[in-house]
């Protein structure tokens, strides 16, 4: 990767979150190019899920100092869907379900929306076999409705399938690891390293067995929203092997 | 139009209106008189003029209902509403024939397009009576007679002497005695034994004049092991005024017949819409009610099946959206008369901008009806804090060996869900629309593919400028 800037897809500066009157995020500093892999690491409740909802736009959360810039360009004011349509993706730790609506469909339109225009049938179809069939996912997914009465597992399948078929530039994945067995994790982790080169991600992560798989260039770890520590793939290692408790005394 | 009837109703995309032009158009005002000047216009034999006089002395006595959203009725005028409005001299067979401006408002309601496509016979109804009738050549020759109900009674007099009011008597309610009195076209349809009828047949009502009343009669028979499906849509013009449609529809599945009865009903935010719909199942026979409500001022509509013949079976699935100023009252009556019958019902509603809707059913077992099975599911969906929903559910249990459920839920649409969509590129009001057409899809699924179409594409249109 060169040093051109606008390769540097997300610039968090001193960024300051609440709900409501609770600070969650108290001052954190980060920046995510193309083709990088972030690891955010911490126990419950440290922020790391705040921190991929608020650059994805939760209108819950409330950015109270500090900046977000993608692409170059200030957020603040964008909608969610126009963070999505400039290529933004958040792969959910608990999707929601939209009974009544058929997967098929939904992937239709929001590829069509995120894309700008609805792609032929034929390659649309293809592309999707294309994408199923890495994922080992069955046809009949298609007609399932979104979310509705799946197991984790199938839940977090149908976000990297989207995450596939939208090829964002930048993308968070929140806890995708969490609820998947060991075979699916590997497929999971397959198709998170098929889009990484040409994207930058942010992978929230309470485990080292995904980043044996998906092997990260930066490790944060977050505790009381804020970064305490930085490094490269060993500090992941060094948190499995170790535990908070280390990190605990740095604060 | 005036701004205050746009305001009223937003943007329906039905409510453009064409000049009238009434060949014969009658004084506003109901007496004995205008139901005699009605069957005397129409030719009719005096045993049907004695029922019309019948019911409007009925009607003129009988109290307003109490079953229903009652207190909103007392907004009718009954002198201020026409009661009889011809608008073409004849029923064509041919678009080509049926006067411009007519058929200009049915080709933009896209009619003709889709008895081409996927038709097996068409009803157009205009004001009062039927300007259009055409029925697919191979059903004529298996006998199906498919006809508007005024031509029924002329060619087939026996037939209706004999089922005419057997299922709705004049008596039944206030309502069904206005429309006896001044019914005029509707469908009769008589499906011969073991036919069945593979395309569906429609029929369209469309209300085009100020302070109209809409009264058509439909009488559907299905004998012995036949089957049909009659699909059923209307609109009207936007009026600062409103205009009064009272319908009644019998239908009468003979042992071991089908019928399916589909209805969009789509009218404008001025209209009443009051209708008495029942159907009765022979032996083994099934009654399907697909009822979907999206328009109207107030709907006060209970489609209903009598299980009359042993192991009988009703299916009514109903929707209902209620938006500003509306008021869906809505529901479904099951009746089990005889033993091992069997009846789901599926109610959903969504309410918006202050709509109200109600779910409001009855279920009874009588005494000879042991082993009977039924489920009933109520659904509604509201999309803001303004909107209203209730659930009025009456059950008469007269025998213990009664299987029954019932289940009703009400939800919102969450955070969650919006957020997960707009995160996959959707603005809140397309996500909005896909919400809400995933509600209605267990509904939507059961129409022709056509009509599903459509009314997705109008419930994405009533969220459009939804979001505040």
């Known amino acids: 990767m060169g040093e051109n800037m606008t390769d540097v897809l997300l610039r968090v500066e001193n960024l300051h979150v609440s709900v409501g009157d609770t600070p969650i995020i108290q001052g954190i500093s980060l920046e995510i190019k193309r083709g990088e892999i972030h690891a955010i690491m911490g126990r419950n409740g440290a922020g790391k899920s705040t921190l991929a909802n608020v650059v994805m736009g939760h209108p819950a959360y409330e950015v109270t100092s500090g900046t977000i810039h993608y692409k170059g360009q200030n957020i603040d004011d964008m909608e969610v869907f126009e963070r999505a349509r400039a290529g933004m993706f958040l792969s959910f730790q608990y999707p929601a379900a939209i009974p009544g609506d058929q997967v098929g469909t939904f992937l239709r339109k929001s590829v069509a929306s995120v894309r700008g225009e609805a792609p032929s049938p034929r390659a649309f179809r293809k592309e999707l076999n294309e994408a199923m069939k890495q994922l080992d996912m069955d046809k009949s997914f298609l007609s399932r409705y979104v979310n509705d009465g799946f197991s984790g597992g199938e839940k977090k399948r149908l976000e990297i399938l989207q995450m596939l078929l939208l090829q964002p530039d930048l993308a968070l994945l929140d806890e995708t690891d969490s609820g998947l067995d060991i075979d699916a994790l590997r497929i999971v982790a397959d198709g998170i390293n098929a889009v990484a080169e040409d994207t930058g991600c942010m992978i929230i992560t309470h485990y080292q067995r995904l980043l044996d798989l998906v092997r990260p260039n930066f490790v944060h770890v977050l505790i009381d929203g804020k970064i305490v520590q930085s490094g490269g793939p060993d500090l992941a290692i060094k948190l499995e092997k170790e535990g908070y408790d280390w990190v605990d005394a740095l604060v | ?468």
């Open chain 2, 1 to 468: 139009m005036t701004q205050d009837a746009q305001d009223a109703v937003g943007d329906y995309k039905y409510g453009f209106h064409d000049p009238e032009s009434a060949t014969i158009r009658f004084d506003k005002g109901l007496s004995e008189q205008v139901v005699r000047d009605i069957s005397e216009l129409k030719e009719e034999p005096e045993w049907m003029t004695e029922i019309r006089v019948k019911a409007y002395h009925h009607f003129m006595e009988r109290e307003m209902p109490t079953w229903g959203n009652c207190d909103s009725l007392a907004g009718i005028d009954f002198d201020n509403v026409t009661y009889f409005l011809r608008s073409s001299d004849k029923t064509e067979k041919d678009w080509d024939d049926v006067p411009d401006d007519i058929k200009r408002t049915f080709d933009r309601l896209g009619i003709p397009e889709a008895e081409q496509k996927w038709l097996g016979g068409v009803t157009a109804q205009y004001e009062s009576e039927a300007v259009y009738h055409s029925i697919r050549e191979d059903l004529e020759e298996q006998g199906v007679l498919f006809l508007d109900m005024d031509s029924g009674l002329k060619e087939h007099p026996e037939i209706i002497k004999k089922y005419f009011g057997t299922v709705i008597p004049h008596s039944d309610n206030k309502f069904s005695a206005l429309n006896t009195a001044v019914w005029s076209g509707g469908s009769f349809i008589y499906v011969p034994k073991g036919v069945h009828v593979e395309m569906p047949v429609q029929a369209y009502f469309r209300i085009n004049a100020k302070n109209m009343g809409q009264f058509e009669r439909t009488l559907i028979i299905a004998d012995e092991g036949s089957s049909i499906h009659y699909v059923e849509g209307c609109t009207a013009p936007t009026y600062s005024t409103d205009s009064l449609h009272s319908a009644v529809v019998e239908l009468i599945a003979m042992e071991g017949a089908k019928i399916r009865y589909s209805t969009v009903q789509n009218w404008s935010a001025n209209v009443y819409n009051l209708v008495t719909k029942r159907g009765v199942a022979h032996k083994n026979a099934t009654v399907e009610w697909v009822d979907g409500n999206i328009g109207s001022k107030l709907t006060m509509k209970y489609p209903a099946v009598l299980l009359k013949g042993e192991g009988a079976h009703a299916e009514i699935i109903s929707v209902a959206y209620a938006g500003e100023g509306q008021h869906q009252d809505a529901g479904a009556k099951v009746h089990h008369l005889a033993p091992n019958t069997t009846s789901n019902i599926l109610s959903k509603s969504i309410s918006k901008n202050g709509g109200r809707s109600s779910y409001r059913g009855m279920l009874q077992v009588t005494p000879k009806a042991a082993g009977c099975r039924s489920k009933v599911v109520c659904d509604a969906l509201m999309l803001d804090e303004d909107s209203r929903s209730d659930t009025y559910p009456t059950m008469e249990i007269g025998n213990s060996t009664a299987d029954l459920e019932h289940e009703a839920s009400v939800s919102k649409v969450s955070s969650d869900q919006l957020f997960y969509l707009m995160s996959r590129g959707h603005t809140e009001e397309e996500a909005m629309g896909m919400i809400v057409n995933g509600f209605f899809e267990p509904f939507t699924r059961e129409l022709p593919m056509e009509y599903a179409v459509e009314l997705n594409r109008l419930l994405e249109l009533e969220m459009e400028g939804s979001i505040g």
